[in-house]
């Protein structure tokens, strides 16, 4: 069974047939503005599901955009759409060496279990394995933090959720995980693919599948939309599907994915 990676409300839809999971931990939301939608589509994300959270807007199951997003749309005619490739936004990191500190908060409001810190040191060490020119470091203070990682609202349909780097090269400083599905002793790899998923996400990578997110969700075929907007192909990666990758749309549950080959090829092209 494949899950929306980190669709919170389509996992419960998929789950109510096998153990009757409840309704009442998804939220209806209203119909957004068409002014909002197309703002979205000129930035290149999917409309179709998208919904106000948080101050913003989740796209695409875990994007976060906030209003400040919707009104800064970048070099778009950069954007090229492809197939199942590797992909990247418009804004990377910049300031090559860098180390990127994360902090992942387990005590206070918004605290995760304090078993999640393993997972997201295991998370840290796939990434620092390939000798990028980006490292991370875990840190203990939200102060020394570049990205924090804090427990999803209560109401949250997701189950992870962040965005991409500022337009002055630092990587979005926010990842948000919803514990209250997850439970307190996740399965470690499971977790820290998530987590690494996010952390992706955060450095500025796209979906993998970002064409057909068939390939890892199911379902019909869903395609992000024309020519002109989109994602940008990351050279020396597949034209065709490319089987878990660490930056699919979908897992299922308890998978592990480390970085592939090609997850690696496309690491080392941009860092």
């Known amino acids: 069974m494949f899950k929306r ?25 209203e119909a957004l503005a068409k002014s909002v939608l197309s703002q979205i589509e000129v ?16 796209v695409e199951g875990d994007i976060f955009l906030t209003h400040e997003d919707l009104h800064s749309h970048g070099d778009v005619q950069s954007l090229i759409v492809g197939n199942e490739e590797q992909y990247r936004t418009t804004n990377l990191i910049t300031g090559l060496p860098r180390n990127i500190t994360v902090f992942l908060k387990t005590s206070g409001s918004n605290a995760l279990p304090s078993s999640y810190v393993a997972a997201l040191d295991v ?20 102060s020394a933090g570049q990205i924090d990682i804090t427990k999803a609202p ?16 630092n990587p979005y400083n926010s990842v948000r995980v919803n514990s209250n599905y997850l439970g307190n002793n996740p399965n470690q790899n499971y ?9 992706g996400h955060c450095i500025g990578f796209r979906h993998t599948d970002y064409m057909n997110r068939q ?15 989109g994602a940008i192909h990351i050279p020396g990666t597949p ?24 997850d690696k090829t496309a690491l080392n092209y941009l860092y």
């Open 5 to 29: 990676f980190l669709s919170f409300a389509a996992l419960a839809f998929l789950l109510a047939g096998v153990n009757s999971c409840s309704n009442k931990e998804t939220v209806e939301n």
């Open 43 to 58: 930035l290149g994300f999917n409309s179709d599901g998208a919904y106000e959270s948080d101050g913003g807007y989740i």
């Open 123 to 142: 998370a840290i060490a796939r990434y620092n394995a390939e000798n990028l020119q980006i490292t991370m470091t875990r840190v203990n203070t939200a």
């Open 154 to 169: 209560n109401n949250a349909q997701y189950l992870a959720s962040a965005g991409f780097p500022t337009s002055g090269g």
């Open 191 to 199: 977790l820290a693919t998530i987590l690494a998923h996010e952390l």
């Open 215 to 229: 390939y890892s969700c199911g379902g019909s075929f869903y395609n992000e939309g024309s020519a002109g907007v």
């Open 239 to 262: 034209t065709g599907a490319d089987a878990n990758s660490w930056m699919l749309a979908c897992i299922g549950a308890n998978q592990n994915r480390p970085f592939n080959a090609n």
